[in-house]
């Protein structure tokens, strides 16, 4: 059950009140296929400048990331540049130079288009259409966007809705796009318009799946430290699509757990700058932390059975 | 196993975006008192004015709340205005007078002295300070408090943490109290300073709990309808007091569950204005939202126990 994700690759130039990385590896696409990699093979489609260390990709290579999809083209590679707030609540954004992002327009690859999970990260929506269109026959597909979006294609957004099986988006989000400032009115809006399920992700605090069948909500996982937030939404759809491909499986009993192993490799994300705390992740980490988060959540009412 | 409460009894106006009230039924006391009571008998010391309209008093102790602890002062009584925003995620406090609450001295009545299960609600930690003098030996003690006595009365806030068992704050008192803005260290912190356990409520996102053994996530339920957010924080505390005395097991594994009760009963205060959701509250409608809570966070993970 193969795995495909479109997406950004970039440059990231983050500070944070613990210190601060320069064109370290970044975008949608390298949190999310980090993540999942360690779940389910991963394919990615996205594109690169010129001037991008390509050692760096061969890391992702080693790792079981399969970059045909990747391409090289002349020019600069996208970098972004920002800075949190002390307190990791708020960040600005100091630059962004798209580079040969702002040309990019994805190719799968022959061998990717069987893909039978795919996750379009936040692009133009009509890129994300045009993923769809050339893809044969996806099982499920997940997707991202932004405000940016949102306001300025809103029509051609819409229409992915009603193509997707799941949308990931953060609280603001899920508001700006219903018009709803109650998430779970917001989410019930979305449904409306297209997804079998949304995931609203609310940072810090965690996220919450809504479908038909049910609402299911998976806390964030307590970190003492907090080093990098960046990247964290993406990581969270990495796990939560990685274990939806490792398993085969899109029930929502299934769908419960995959929002167990995107709130794990999120937690994983922030703890380090850029995917670094990837890097040396072990399968036992992993699952001793999602495992953590049924304790984190156990309880048990045996009084009011009795009393029932 | 008596549930003793001392707090503000309150006239609260309150404007939101769905409508408003005016001198309706308010304070910590009251919303505490007002949940507990659906799980266990509650006992108030509080003060109203002359001029309170001693039949929602009446209403209340015909619920089973005793106010043999309620004094009537000559002036008037505690008034609080307040309007919430759109969204209802940021309020105003347009008018406070504290009337005869300013000159509030608790004397628990001889037949209060025993309680076994003691909630102060917040107020001057010197009275708080001042009623646990006064009552024998309880097992259990939980407090409240607010930014006003963290910056205000400090030294006496943590004589007063030595004495409770619990400290139940929101995310920025935590914060503000233990000087450090990631709610986890902020409770630890906090846990090094006497109680045995700290509640961080997070609003409408959910409330955790923190304890030496380990950490207890329970959401905040999935409302589509807020009308207003007012005295959820006295009635999450009601209901994890009411559960703690009804049952008379004040473990680890049944703190978890009174979180659930307070989430529970803290869902229904937003639910309309006052404490006017508690009027009509059935054990039913509370037991069965208690129980969906499990299958908001219930999720399972068979695969996982295999490959370990």
Redesign the interface.
Known sequence: MSLLVVGSIALDSVETPFGSTADALGGSAVFFATAAVLLHPVQVVGVVGDDFPMDRLERMAKRGIDLAGVTRATGESFRWKGKYS??LQNRETLETRLGVFADFTPEIPPQFRGAQHVFLGNIDPELQLSVLDQVDDPAFVACDTMNYWIQGKRDVLMELLRRVDVLLVNDAEARELSGD??I??AA?WILRHGPRFVVVK?GE??A?LVGAD??????AY?????FDPTGAGDSFAGGFMGHLAG?GDTSP?NL??A??FGSAMGSFAVEEFSVRRFDELTPDEV?AR??A?????????P??AE??
Chains 1, 2 share one sequence.
């Open positions: 002390y307190d400032w109650n779970y009115r019930r609310q605090y965690g919450v049910g609402i299911f909500y998976v806390p307590p970190l003492e430290q907090v398993s009993e419960r757990r929002m167990v699952r999602v495992q988060f049924s304790d984190l959540v156990r309880f048990d009412l009084a009011m009393e029932a």
